[in-house]
């Protein structure tokens, strides 16, 4: 059941993202029309052959706009996933390692971060720091690490003690050696896996930031934003909603399909 449930995961994960990835590279190229050219006399025009995904309010054809959103929407999964991973494994190594008074100080500080509810954090620090994608990255960057770095630590502390980390101390190398060298690239595929449930719980929070206007600010085209300049026409434009958020959708079953294949290939579980 495994061996032919991992590669149709795997498949389908690597499909879906290849799909965006490649709308993302192509979008002057793909996009049938300019995403923010408005055109006053094709305002909220249905389904049809000219504008397959239909028209906004401004006229916009929503194709091209969720083409083009891929690029803003891809940007935010990869780098808000990216920077919390690095800082994360970094000092949930260090605390595994070193132990003692450090791996308390540093477990205090998680423990003070995971008190506050995650989007309620997020949103007031983005409220500080203005909105904007930079805000958007930094909020994740203070945020998101408190999970790698429980994960990471959680198996330095298991693997500092096995016999070929302690043949590595008796031979006399340093201890930075056997921290990146030996420890750190076994303990590292949790993460890994982890990272991949991570980008789609960022996906929706960039999305969700966008819905609320503290993310990607109009005019650009970003799915979150899309569905939240539709919302008001839902009844009668049902279509301006209704694709940004089958997009957002399909690129996040992508990541926790993908996920869920390397966790099998990789014996991680979740």
């Known amino acids: 059941m495994l061996h032919t449930r991992r590669p149709a995961a795997l498949t389908a994960g690597l499909a879906i993202l290849a799909l965006f990835v490649l ?6 190229l793909v996009a049938p029309y300019d995403p923010i050219a408005q055109d006053g006399a094709a ?6 052959w ?17 083409i083009h959103g891929a690029r803003v929407d891809l940007q935010m999964a990869l780098i808000g996933v990216f920077f919390p991973f690095v800082i994360g494994t970094v000092i949930g190594s260090l605390a595994g390692f070193a132990g003692g008074v450090v791996d308390a100080v540093l477990m205090r500080l998680i423990d003070i971060i ?26 994740m960057a203070l945020v998101g690490w408190v999970s790698y770095a429980r994960l990471v630590r959680a198996q330095i502390l298991v693997l500092k003690s096995a016999d070929y980390a302690v043949a590595a101390a008796s031979l006399g190398f340093s201890r930075p050696r056997i921290l990146f060298r030996h420890l750190l690239p076994n303990a590292i595929a ?19 930031i966008s819905y609320l206007g503290l993310g ?15 919302q008001p026409f839902v ?10 958020g089958l997009a957002i959708v399909l ?18 579980h979740e």
């Open 190 to 208: 949790g993460s890994l896996v982890f990272s991949m449930s991570d980008a789609v719980l960022v996906l929706l929070s960039g999305a969700a």
């Open 251 to 268: 690129l996040a079953f992508g990541f926790s399909m993908l996920g869920d294949a390397l966790g099998e290939l990789m014996g991680v």
């Open 114 to 139: 995971l008190a506050f509810p995650f989007l309620v954090l997020m949103l007031s620090i983005i409220a500080i720091l203005g909105p904007g994608l930079t805000s958007f990255y930094i909020a």
């Open 50 to 66: 000219a504008h397959p995904f239909g028209t906004d309010n401004f006229g916009r054809d929503i194709l091209s706009r969720v």
């Open 216 to 230: 990607v600010q109009p005019p650009v085209a970003e799915w979150g934003v899309m569905v939240a300049e539709g």
């Open 23 to 28: 709308a993302a590279l192509l979008a002057n």
């Open 235 to 244: 009844t009668q434009a049902w279509w301006i909603t209704l694709f940004p």
């Open 43 to 48: 305002r909220l025009v249905a389904l049809s």
